[in-house]
Each structure stands twice: as structure tokens, then as C-alpha cells.
């Protein structure tokens, strides 16, 4: 007698769904702690001096911060920092805590010892060496004198950074002094003791560049090699084209797509024609070019009346900039010109005609309301 054959079922579909919402749920909720435990308050605050009672709780210290105006939603703060464990041990006693730290700082401060003063410093992306120790000296750690005399030293900018800084700087027919750490100093936010001083700031923030640029080098492996043998840059040269970027770059998902035609540019011999070059001196930085100033070929960092890359970086970009320098978009765009809306978008084209066309409707147009 043949065996009855079981009808087959059909396949479980559901419990793929049900493991794939599961993922979607899960990465989801990583990306809003991970939001919640690195936002940074939009206020710039004084430092705030906290006394944390011996044996406090976890939740306790974030009650506390929140009290003393560092946390503004002690509940959610407080499921995001139970989702990494918790503050960990936190040291009891005073501590001296920036005004508008992220959770993971605040964090990663309290695990300190108590009653050490910490000095915030934060160096932001597309300033110059000469803004950098206006910071330094604001923040009392340092003069600004001191910062640029360490950073007109090519001997130490050479063993901190461990890659030449590039050939010598030309000389300035305005008597500007060489930096030779301009855009080194990478842009981020440090903390240090009072008493650190300016050499613990180039050490602390050129160290951070390397390892930033170490680790976007190895990720754009294949990437950097084209470019080095396509163009036959160096690392010193492709950060100067990062500052750049930056410089250019207000809406960030513009990187790539300017440091595109900038390569085209290069590939074509064409003046790379930008103009935050042509203001790159002390007492010009961030105001806008005049005609005059594109064409005084007296200055070194001028691409208009220069042709490839400046003498060096001219301001310090941060890693947006320097990976989109290592993986710039391809397209065959050769001009761009500001939208003049409130993203800091451009317009791009492919020819001198569309380039002038852009120009008529937008350098000319009224500005768009912020």
C-alpha cells in the first residue's frame, strides 16, 4: 500500500519579515542613541562646576547635570547613556565641565579625576592658523604669538606630522610669514589642562589630523592610488586642495562634486580660479576679493594669476573635505558659481557660456531671504 504523501507547506515568509523588522527596528534605534549621545547643545556656555556626591547613582549625575543646565532631557539622556552601560565609574568630588559638551564628552569627563580643571578649545572647519590662535589665546592656553611661531617652524611641523609639509614656501611681497601647520591643526573640540600651553595644542591637534587622515586613506585606498597616479600629488598637496574644498564647500554633500572640478581643472592646466586664495593673509581672511586682488600676481596664493595648486593649505578642512579630495565625484563640470541661497548650494557648468549664464542669473539676481 503507497504511503500518503504529506502535503508540503509553504515556506514561513513571515519569520524572514519578522527578522528583517527586527534589523530595521534595531538600526534605527542605534542611529537615535547614537544622535542623542552626540548632539551638542547650539548655546556656547561658561564652564560649569559640579560637585558629585561619593556613591551617586548613574541616574543621580544625570539629574544633576540636568540641574546644573548641561542636560536638557534628563529621561532620554539617560536611556541613551543605559544603552553604552551607563556613565561607568564616575569619580566623586568637583568637577569643571565645559558649557555645551555632548553626553559622550560629559561621559568620558566624569571618568576623570575630580577637582582637574578642564579648558575647552574648538577649532572649526575652514579657519586659518592665524584664527586658530585667536582661539588658543582666548582660551588662555597660549599666546598667539606663541601658536604661529610654533607653526612657522618647518623642522617641528615635519617631525609632528611625519610626511613632508611640502616644498619651501615662496616668498610674500607682503611680508606674511610662512605657516607651515596651516591645515594641520585639525578642527575638533580638545580639552585641556589650564596650565597645557601652545605646544600641547599643535601636539594634541596635529596628532588627531594624522589619525584622522591615516584612517580616510586607508578606507580610499584604491582611490588615493589613482589620484597619485593620475595627478602625481602628495599627501601635502592634497590637503592643500582639501582647504580648498573647504573653503568652497558650504552644503556638505557639495564636497566631492567641487573637488571634481577641481580635478578636471587640474587635468586640464586650467587656473584652479578660487577665490578664498586670494585673500589668505592675516587681516584679509573671509573678506571678499576685490578685482585687484585676482590680479596681483605678487601673491604666491593667487590661482588666477597662478596656475595648479597654492603654496599650501589656506585654512584646516576638516574630514568631509579631506575624503572628498580622495574620492571626488566624476562628472565633467569645469565652473561653479554660488546660488547665493540659504544651503550655500552652487550651480554648476560645463562651459565658459554656461558659467556666464549662471553668473547673469545668479550674482545678479536679488538675494534669496535666510
Not at 600641547?200 to 589630523?209: K, Q, S
Not at 592643500?240 to 558650504?250: D, F, P
Request: proline share 9%.
Amino acid at each position: 500500500m503507497a504511503r500518503k504523501r504529506r502535503a508540503r507547506r509553504p515556506p514561513r515568509r513571515w519569520g524572514r519579515w519578522l527578522a528583517l523588522g527586527a534589523l530595521v527596528v534595531t538600526l534605527a534605534a542605534a542611529g537615535f542613541v547614537w544622535r542623542v549621545l552626540t548632539a551638542r547643545p547650539a548655546h556656547d556656555a561658561a564652564p560649569v562646576t559640579v560637585e558629585v556626591p561619593r556613591g551617586a547613582s548613574g541616574r543621580a549625575v544625570v539629574e544633576l547635570l540636568a540641574a546644573r543646565g548641561l542636560v536638557e532631557q534628563p529621561d532620554l539622556a539617560w536611556l541613551a547613556l543605559s544603552a553604552l552601560g551607563g556613565l561607568g565609574k564616575v569619580e566623586a568630588g568637583r568637577h569643571v565641565l565645559p558649557g555645551n559638551p555632548t553626553l559622550l564628552e560629559l561621559a568620558k569627563l566624569l571618568r576623570r579625576p575630580a577637582s582637574v580643571a578642564q579648558v575647552t578649545l574648538t577649532l572649526v572647519p575652514g579657519e586659518s592658523v592665524w584664527q586658530a590662535a585667536q582661539r588658543v589665546e582666548a582660551a588662555g592656553l597660549g599666546t598667539r604669538a606663541e601658536l604661529l611661531a610654533l607653526a612657522a617652524d618647518p623642522v617641528l611641523a615635519r617631525d609632528l606630522l611625519k610626511l613632508p609639509v611640502g616644498a619651501a614656501r615662496p616668498p610674500r611681497a607682503d611680508g606674511v610669514q610662512p605657516t607651515w601647520l596651516e591645515g594641520f591643526l585639525y578642527p575638533e573640540t580638545y580639552f585641556f589642562a589650564p596650565d597645557a600651553g601652545a605646544r600641547a595644542v599643535v601636539d594634541r591637534t596635529t596628532a588627531m589630523f594624522r589619525k584622522v587622515w591615516e584612517r580616510l586613506k586607508t578606507r580610499r585606498r584604491s582611490d588615493v592610488l589613482a589620484i597619485r597616479d593620475r595627478y602625481g600629488l602628495s599627501d601635502a598637496d592634497l590637503v592643500t586642495l582639501a582647504s580648498l574644498v573647504e573653503e568652497e564647500t558650504k552644503a556638505q554633500e557639495e564636497a566631492p562634486t567641487i573637488a571634481g572640478v577641481f580635478y578636471n581643472r587640474l587635468a586640464r592646466s586650467m587656473p584652479l580660479q578660487t577665490d578664498p586664495t586670494l585673500v589668505y593673509r592675516p587681516d584679509r581672511v573671509g573678506r571678499p576679493p576685490t578685482p585687484t586682488d585676482r590680479r596681483d600676481a605678487t601673491n604666491p596664493y593667487n590661482t588666477y594669476a597662478h596656475s595648479g595648486l597654492p603654496p599650501g593649505p589656506i585654512c584646516s578642512p576638516g574630514a568631509r573635505a579631506l575624503e572628498a579630495v580622495l574620492a571626488p565625484e566624476r562628472h565633467d563640470w569645469l565652473y561653479f558659481v554660488a546660488r547665493r541661497d540659504a544651503r550655500g548650494t552652487h550651480a554648476f557648468a560645463r562651459t565658459l557660456a554656461e558659467h556666464e549664464a549662471n553668473i547673469r542669473r545668479y550674482l545678479r539676481a536679488p538675494r534669496d531671504a535666510p
